[in-house]
């Protein structure tokens, strides 16, 4: 990917970074827009430009478009707490739906006509079939998905009007590291089960609490789809490559579910340790099971997960965690 610049927002947050890294290492100039409220300045490589902004910002995303001139921008800065989302719904829909448009007109204006957005499968709020496609009905039951699914229909018109390229990418549950072992994930609060249950075993964090043990799965905890985030660095450059004629969305995610229970014997397996938890009644919002098909992805990209199996997942989130038991340790 030499000679070839892009935008990444966002890159200095957790799934972003992957990509920032991945981008970097094959050759490709990366900037970061990030204004480092969840994301670690640790996070981005030496060599990329991360310019400290608020993507909301008109001027600064001006400024960061005449600045440089690129192929494309990856939009990863975003709200992204479900639970959150639903105390203040308000905001969730203002500030995704606001700040993605900002970026997009700024590209738009300044030529940049290739859009590549995070969104996710919090779109199909309770599914009607497993695995979920991409021909499944959008009907979010939280409003972080219904603030995506807004993006995504206002990157619609940016494409039908401007010609902007778009990829709206639906990913399932992000989860691993880097196999460095140098960035992985850091977020304050954390929701995510995976470093949960790691950091549970390690001490760091307190015990895991398991949300539901009654659901019509075989151990009767809830099943997810993860897919590891260098998986999802590839699958977002492979997509680049096809985004010339038209405007795409792919669902990503291994295709393969695996329970709550299934989570907490892996991290025992790979960490030879317990993991403390509670077994406690269900939340409101979360369906049974959420596992997506990426046959499309893999039929038009020959994307193919690499870290597919749940034990070489939890083996390098593990090894970042027990690595870094206080994160990037840059908070201010
Ligand atoms: N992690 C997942 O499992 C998952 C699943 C589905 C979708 N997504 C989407 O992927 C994207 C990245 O998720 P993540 O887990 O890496 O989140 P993250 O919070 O680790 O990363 C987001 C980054 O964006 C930055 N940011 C947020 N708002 C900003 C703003 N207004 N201006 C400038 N910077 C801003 C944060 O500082 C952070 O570094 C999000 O859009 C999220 O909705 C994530």
Not at 49 to 59: K, Q, S
Not at 60 to 88: C, I, N, Q
Not at 282 to 287: C, E
Request: aromatic share 8%; charged share 25%; proline share 6%.
């Amino acid at each position: 990917m030499d000679g070839r610049r892009f935008l990444v927002t966002g890159g200095a947050g957790y799934v972003g970074s992957h990509l920032v890294r991945t981008l970097a290492q094959r050759g490709a100039e990366v900037v970061v827009v990030d204004d480092l409220r969840q994301g670690h300045r640790a996070a981005v490589p030496d060599g990329v430009e991360l310019v400290r902004a608020e993507v909301g910002d008109r001027r600064r995303m001006a400024e960061v478009f005449a600045a440089w001139k690129f192929e494309a921008v990856f939009h990863f800065a975003a709200l992204s707490l479900v639970g959150d989302s639903m105390r203040d719904p308000l905001r969730y829909c203002t500030d995704n739906l606001s700040n993605s448009l900002i970026v997009a007109d700024a590209a738009v204006k300044a030529g940049c006509l290739k859009f590549i957005l995070s969104s996710t499968a919090a779109l199909f709020g309770f599914p009607k079939r497993i695995p979920i496609d991409e021909e499944a009905e959008v009907a979010p039951v939280s409003a972080y998905g219904e603030s995506k699914l807004m993006v995504e229909r206002g990157l619609a018109w940016a494409d039908q009007v401007h010609g902007l390229r778009n990829a709206s990418l639906r990913y399932f549950n992000a989860a691993g590291a880097d196999p460095s072992g140098t960035i992985g994930e850091d977020h304050d609060p954390e929701t995510h089960v995976v470093p949960l249950a790691i950091c549970a075993a390690l001490g760091t964090r307190p015990p895991l609490t398991v949300f539901g043990t009654d659901y019509p799965t075989p151990d009767g905890t809830c099943i997810r789809d993860y897919v590891h985030v260098l998986d999802l660095a590839d699958a977002h450059i492979r997509v680049l490559e096809r985004l010339t004629q038209a405007s795409c969305r792919y669902n990503i995610g291994n295709g393969t579910g695996y329970s709550v229970r299934e989570v907490i014997d892996a991290v025992e397996r790979i960490g030879g340790r317990p993991v403390p938890h509670i077994l406690g009644p269900r939340r409101p919002g979360d369906p049974a099971v959420l596992v997506a098909s990426s046959a499309k992805l893999r039929e038009e990209t020959g994307w193919t997960p690499r870290y597919g199996a749940l034990d070489d997942i939890v083996r390098t989130a593990w090894n970042w965690h027990a690595n870094h038991p206080k994160g990037f340790d840059d908070r201010s």
